[in-house]
């Protein structure tokens, strides 16, 4: 139960073309997410697959059945909302059962199952309550209850987590990675944010314009990115791109290297800089370098590093960790 | 944060303008009730004596009285609900996305900016006029007998002409509202399974619930005292088929010259427009609670 596919699926608002055709197949259980900058139509293809918007041309198939032209509460999805989209005037008893009382279920089953998602979802002592008197974190649980009591084939999330603030988001972003461990049910994550794409996903989909860059799982991503775009989207802080002559001599365009593979001396090394800004995260130290001939690098080093602004450094890349481009952003092995 | 010393200066430098306003309703309402104890006619000025109750005595038991109180609530109930409903159901359309939305919005507001007067005038004779009115033409068009409307249905026609000129503020209220709706919550009701009709009955009206709440409060307030219509169209007739109690203070008052009368009428017409007040906050007062 689960999977979905989509066969030259594209999607335009009058003229302009948001999504040209494309093509992607979501395994049953599986953790996707739908990462790319903002505007790239994630959220749109998000609600395609929803059914909130029709698609342009092509079919979607959610196991194995056309379900292209079938109104969104009959796909058998749920969907979690970036507002959280709560009734405002029910209480959130009213809230999880709304789903079950449209399909006309049973009142005394209705109870039971908005009990038995509330208690999963550390709601009990809310029910009563009125969405407006409940914190951002529980009404993302709220939200997810609704979703979770129709049993749905997948769940649906756009942007869940933007509105909550960065100790909650790390919290949540746990929950929901739990609750798919329990419920083993495919689940459609969009966000902006590659922190929690790599964190969360058992596969990520990187798009830009609408087109899909790369589709792999986390580590694929971060190993062998197929071009610029998703070599500079992934990975924190951004991967330390090259151009001119250094980049010539490795038969390229560009060359990019992460932060994480530099090396920093004081004494010996391939480039040399001076140090900038330095960023002391206690686990970890960032500094920027302005390395001669090269330009501005990023550099992570391990644990505290004592150094500071004005000194001269040298930097040396790992040498099998340094991702070579060509004039179409596309990488050379 | 204010200390009480600034707060002292504040209530010192609003005083005046509260004293104003004070006085500017003080006055007027305590010379009523001062008139309303009088025997005060201005056919036989000054010979006002005090005479207690007599006036009230005389306008309640009035049998005009009764048939006013009726036709009052029933004026103020019956164009609240045409604007009512007509205004959610206009809204729900202008809400739409269409081709010249902004030009229709404005026509459909256009009513609210003609008078009271005019309008009425404008519907009795072009209109509910049996023999030149577009009603009376549409029915001999039609091959039936033209019905004319102030002397069959006087308080029909006047809250059809009431009605007309307040459902341009009530759609202006809800739709201002609807807008306002967050179109995610349509979305998550759809994906909940709920189609229209139930979107409408469980989300959208909801929602337009304090709407409807001020647009019902402010509505009252003003046809407690609809008067031009009245007079312009059938003169409370026949009879006092269409006398409202704002009217009958007209006629004690006014027409005949009794000035005690009209004062006791006019402090009735308070003290129900309170009560009428105090069962619709105890109705629909809590919908205004954040």
């Known amino acids: 139960m689960g999977s979905i596919n989509l066969e030259n699926v594209s999607k335009s608002f009058g003229e302009t073309r948001v999504i040209p055709p494309l093509n992607l197949d979501i395994e049953e259980g599986e953790f996707v997410v739908f990462v790319g900058p903002s505007g790239c139509g994630k959220s749109t293809l998000l609600r395609l697959i929803a059914g909130l918007e029709d698609v342009t041309t092509g079919t979607i198939h959610i196991d194995g059945a ?44 209705i109870d039971q199952k908005v009990d038995r998602a509330a208690s999963v979802l550390n709601l009990t002592d809310y029910l009563e309550r009125r969405p407006g008197q409940l914190s951002g974190g529980q009404r993302q649980r709220v939200a997810i209850g609704r979703a979770i009591v129709r049993s749905p084939k997948a769940f649906l999330f756009d ?34 944010d590659q922190i929690e794409a790599m964190t969360m996903a058992d596969k990520i989909v990187v798009l830009q314009a609408g087109v899909i860059e790369q589709v792999g799982s986390p580590m694929e991503l971060y190993r062998s990115p197929a071009n610029l775009f998703v070599a500079g989207f992934i990975g924190s802080p951004k991967m330390n791109f090259i151009e001119g002559a250094e980049a010539a001599a490795r038969n390229a365009k560009t060359i990019g290297v992460r932060p994480e593979h530099l090396r920093l001396s004081t004494d010996s090394g391939t480039w040399k800089g001076t140090i900038g800004v330095s960023e002391h995260l206690g686990s970890d130290t960032f500094f920027h370098v302005a390395a001669e001939g090269i330009g501005n690098l990023t550099v992570r080093a391990p644990g505290e590093v004592e150094l500071s602004y004005g000194d001269t450094v ?20 | 944060m204010a200390t009480d010393h600034s707060r002292l200066a504040g209530r010192f430098m609003i005083s005046p303008a509260v004293l104003l306003l004070l006085g500017w309703m003080i006055v007027p309402l305590s010379m009523t009730i001062y008139f309303s104890f009088l025997n005060y006619n201005l056919l036989s000025p000054g010979m006002e004596e005090f005479i207690g109750l007599t006036n009230y005595e005389f306008f309640l038991t009035d049998p005009a009285f009764f048939d006013a109180l009726g036709n009052t609530l029933l004026l103020v109930g019956g164009v609240l609900v045409i604007t009512i409903i007509g205004g959610v159901g206009l809204a729900l359309l202008l809400d739409q996305p269409m081709w010249g939305q902004g030009i229709v919005r404005i026509l459909v507001i256009a009513p609210f900016f003609v008078m009271p007067t005019v ?65 995610e919550q349509l979305e998550a009701a759809k994906m909940d399974g709920a189609r229209k009709f139930r979107r409408f009955y469980y989300i959208v009206l909801p929602h337009l619930a304090r709407a409807i709440t001020v647009v019902i409060l402010i509505q009252t307030i003003f046809l407690l005292s609809v008067f031009a219509e009245i007079l312009v169209t059938t003169n409370g007739g026949p009879g006092t088929a269409s006398t409202n109690i704002t009217y009958l203070v007209y006629l004690q008052s006014l027409l005949q010259f009794d000035v005690g009368s009209g004062s006791a009428g006019g402090i009735v017409a308070v003290v129900l427009a309170n009560i009428v007040a105090f069962f619709l906050m105890r109705m629909i007062g809590k919908n205004l609670e954040a």
């Open chain 2, 119 to 183: 309008s009425a005038l404008v519907w009795k004779n072009m209109f509910m006029n049996p023999v030149n009115g577009l009603f009376a033409h549409a029915a001999k068009f039609m091959g039936l007998e033209p019905f004319d409307f102030l002397a069959h249905a006087p308080l029909f026609s006047i809250i059809l002409i009431v009605a007309w000129q307040w459902l341009p503020f009530a759609t202006l209220i809800l739709l201002t509202a609807l807008q306002s709706l967050d179109k």
């Open chain 1, 66 to 109: 056309d379900v292209t032209e079938v109104r969104p509460a009959r796909r058998g999805l749920a969907m979690v909302f970036q507002s959280y989209a709560l009734y405002p005037h029910m209480s959130v008893r009213k809230n999880i059962a709304f789903p079950l009382k449209m399909a006309g279920m049973d009142p005394g089953e």
């Open chain 1, 314 to 333: 040298f930097v040396t890349p790992e040498p099998d960790k340094v991702y070579a481009f060509d004039d179409k952003g596309q990488v050379v092995r």
């Open chain 1, 159 to 192: 942007e869940p987590l933007s509105n909550l603030d960065a100790a909650l988001r790390v919290n949540m972003r746990l929950e929901i990675s739990e609750l798919h461990k329990n419920l083993k049910t495919t689940m459609i994550y969009v966000t902006h």
